[in-house]
């Protein structure tokens, strides 16, 4: 081995995740899974899933307070998400600085 070449260029280095990113990534798909749930449980979605997977189903009557509430759901989750997400960082942060 020449003694210009340090072990450490030759071996690749192996990734890793912090984790803040897997706790990060864990709430993001727990949100995302939290409104695919209750996709399933409105009648509109469901009539649209049936549909593309080609089964036949009777139409059920439409619940618009269902439809609305996963509507404000998808709309407003990733926002509020943001905000916790940002809220706890700068919170690290001020904690950190003290």
Same mark, same amino acid.
């Given at each position: 081995?020449?003694?210009?070449? +340090? ?5 690749? *280095? ?9 706790? &990060? ?5 727990? =949100?995302? @899974?939290? !409104?695919?749930?209750? @996709?399933?449980? /409105? !009648?509109? /979605?469901?009539?649209?899933?049936? =549909? %593309?997977? !080609?089964?036949? *189903? ?6 618009? /307070? @269902?439809?609305? @509430?996963?509507? %404000?759901?998808?709309?407003? +989750?990733?926002? &509020?998400?943001?905000?916790? &997400? !940002? &809220? ?5 942060? =001020?904690?950190?600085?003290?």
């Amino acid at each position: 081995m020449h003694p210009d070449r +340090s072990p450490n260029l030759l071996t690749p *280095t192996r990734p890793q995740i912090s984790i803040t990113l897997m706790l &990060l990534f864990l709430s993001i798909f727990a =949100v995302m @899974a939290a !409104g695919l749930f209750y @996709a399933s449980r /409105v !009648g509109s /979605v469901r009539n649209e899933l049936a =549909v %593309l997977a !080609g089964t036949a *189903t009777d139409p059920e009557p439409a619940s618009r /307070v @269902a439809h609305l @509430a996963f509507l %404000l759901f998808t709309y407003t +989750s990733p926002l &509020l998400l943001a905000l916790l &997400l !940002g &809220l706890i960082h700068s919170w690290q942060r =001020v904690r950190a600085a003290r």
